[in-house]
């Protein structure tokens, strides 16, 4: 089975919105990672749009053609975007407004009323829903009674010690990847991973349906150039 790449444009939006103009073309980028392969666009709208904005998201939804995936916090203006925009899938991510990036998973247990309540609302228009959480079987279990149908685990952790010992720094990883199994809920992944550590997760983690990457995909591209990036990318998830 081949992991799906979905390519996190942030980035780029950042990049754009350094100099107020439109350089670089956040939808032409969209465009040209679908066109590179990417099976996927995410975007993580945060409520002071310092990258993307939330005007990007309707334009993005207008000509994504893969997969349209988004990412955030569930506050009122985010489920009102999100309703409206119907993308394919919406990725709930437990982070504060001020956080620079995501930072931990949800805890599914204390939340599990607010996000049955929000997966029900999403799912009422048809939308996926992937729930973000760290790599603990206990919070999968407790997902799935959310009604969700996937969960991200978020992957820092096993990126901050791939190479000090990968081995350990997948063990918990693998044991949530067995219980999404065990409970038949989807399983997505995303949080630093890279060219360097991305086979070695893929390779080791049973049923891994996607991940969603950016930081090190646009730094890699820098260099690469963005064509050679995504074929890079790919080839790791095969
Ligand atoms: N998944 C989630 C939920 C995120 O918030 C982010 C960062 O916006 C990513 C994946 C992608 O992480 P990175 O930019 O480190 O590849």
Known sequence: MNTRLSVNINKVATIRNARGGNMPDLIQVAKDCERFGAQGITVHPRPDERHIRYQDVYDLK??????????GYPSDRFMQLVLDIVPTQVTLVPDPPEALTSNAGWDTIRNKAFLTDIVGQLHAKGIRTSIFVNADPEMIVHAKETATDRVELYTESYAANYLKDREAAIRDFVLAAQEAERQQIGLNAGHDLSLVNLRYF?????????????H???????YLGLQETIRQYLLQLQ
């Open 62 to 71: 207008k000509i994504v053609t893969t997969e349209f995936n988004i990412e």
């Open 216 to 222: 090190a995909l646009i730094c890699d591209a820098l």
């Open 202 to 214: 893929q390779e080791h983690i049973p049923g891994l349906l996607e991940v969603s990457i950016g």
